[in-house]
């Protein structure tokens, strides 16, 4: 089983574009990157917490175990 980011999912949604939350969440849109391809170790809760806030999600909506 992995961990898979469908945060981009997400974003088309929500008609949201990476830049725009990645200025809204504070971070550059490489760090925003690399979350979204799943090449980061790990994220904080407050940022998973953030993004949900911003996009008006659960964190499932965002990381599916497959």
Same mark, same amino acid.
């Not at 969440?25 to 760090?31: F, I, K």
């Not at 998973?48 to 499932?60: H, Q």
């Given at each position: 089983m992995?961990?898979?980011i469908k945060l981009d999912? =997400? %974003?088309a949604e #929500?008609? =949201?574009k990476s830049?725009? %939350?990645a200025a809204q969440l504070?971070?550059?849109?490489?760090? %925003?990157? #690399?979350l979204k391809s799943g090449r980061v170790k790990g994220v904080k809760f407050e940022t998973l917490d953030r993004i949900c806030e911003i996009l008006d999600?659960?964190?499932?909506?965002?990381?599916?175990?497959k």
């Amino acid at each position: 089983m992995t961990i898979v980011i469908k945060l981009d999912v =997400m %974003l088309a949604e #929500k008609k =949201m574009k990476s830049k725009d %939350l990645a200025a809204q969440l504070g971070v550059t849109e490489a760090n %925003l990157s #690399k979350l979204k391809s799943g090449r980061v170790k790990g994220v904080k809760f407050e940022t998973l917490d953030r993004i949900c806030e911003i996009l008006d999600c659960e964190p499932g909506d965002i990381i599916a175990r497959k």
